[in-house]
């Protein structure tokens, strides 16, 4: 089994940091800050969701795969398949994406909320740390996808700054 980065990364990642601009929003731009607590909160609570969400997500999708596979080779069942190697290795893979997911989850949604502790009460550093992390990732997106860079990194920061308003207006945790 290949251990595959690309997608547990990115959705760990982007999962994280959006995961924080939606709770801590409201703390943020109401000039209150996050503390250190909070932001190891939160950020625990970004990977165990990112990480039930994905392993389900990505277990789910290589079964279905499996089946569809099974179907075109006019197989009977998938039973078998799923009890052998081959359902070992959907298993294995969707559990090593989920670990992969839960940690870039954890440090997506941290490394933004930590910045917030350098100048306390400052809105700025925060906002834009965030947004250059989106921003990044929707560079290393494109490049991994070929696929243009500045529409990448543009909805990246554009998903960052909907989120944003909408954790503002909704004062998750003030």
């Known amino acids: 089994m290949k251990i595959k980065f690309l997608f547990p990364t990115s959705i ?7 995961t924080a601009l939606i709770l801590a929003a409201g703390g943020i731009l109401n000039g209150g800050g996050i503390d250190l ?11 165990f969701a990112g990480t039930f969400s ?6 789910a999708g290589l079964n279905e795969e499996l089946h569809r596979t099974a179907k075109q ?3 009977k069942s998938t039973n078998y398949l799923l009890k052998g190697k081959l359902g070992n290795e959907i298993f294995l893979e969707s559990l090593s994406g989920s ?17 917030s502790l350098v100048i306390r009460n400052n809105i700025i550093i925060p906002l834009v740390f965030s947004y250059v992390s989106l921003g990044i990732l929707g560079l290393f997106i494109s490049k991994t996808t070929s696929g243009r860079s ?5 909805v990246m920061i554009t998903i960052g700054i909907i989120v944003t ?3 503002f207006y909704l004062k998750l945790i003030v």
Do not use: E, H, V
């Open 12 to 18: 760990g990642l982007s999962d994280g940091i959006i």
């Open 37 to 47: 607590f909070i932001s190891i909160k939160i950020s625990f609570g970004s990977a």
């Open 54 to 59: 994905y392993f389900i997500a990505q277990y």
């Open 73 to 75: 080779l006019n197989l």
């Open 99 to 115: 670990i992969i997911a839960a940690i870039c989850g954890f440090f997506g949604a941290l490394i933004p909320l930590l910045s």
């Open 150 to 154: 500045s529409f990448w990194i543009a």
């Open 165 to 167: 308003i909408a954790g």
